[in-house]
């Protein structure tokens, strides 16, 4: 069993920055894959941004130069740097597996007021 832990979230102006851990715990030697997904009000869960095992990185559209995923293998831990945050940015954070196979966080809630 895997548990995941998001943190970091709040409530910030347009153009703020935020920073988002997620902590993973349980029966698990080593990190995966691993992504950043949202839900924004009212609407399903999509993808944020994804790292390899290896550090390669690759992100949403609408985010790509904005935000910045990282991982620590030894800590378990993933990160989500998010600069020049946007009303449109407002959602629950959650990160998980690349293809999302555990069992979903309780998540952080980000919200940026314009």
């Known amino acids: 069993q895997v548990q995941l832990v998001e943190s970091g979230g709040g409530l910030v102006q347009a153009g703020g920055s935020l920073r988002l851990s997620c902590a993973v715990s349980?029966?698990?030697?080593?990190?995966?894959?691993m992504g950043w997904y949202r839900r924004p009000p009212g609407k399903q869960t999509e993808w944020v941004a994804h790292i390899s095992i290896g550090g390669s990185a690759n992100y949403e559209a609408s985010v790509k130069g904005r935000f910045t995923i990282s991982r620590d293998n030894d800590k378990k831990t993933v990160t989500l740097q998010m600069n020049n945050l946007q009303p449109e940015d407002t959602a629950v954070y959650y990160c998980?597996?690349?293809?999302?196979?555990?069992?979903w966080g309780q998540g952080t809630q980000v919200t940026v007021s314009s």
């Open positions: 998980n597996t690349g293809l999302a196979e555990w069992e």
């Open positions: 349980g029966n698990i030697f080593t990190l995966p894959n």
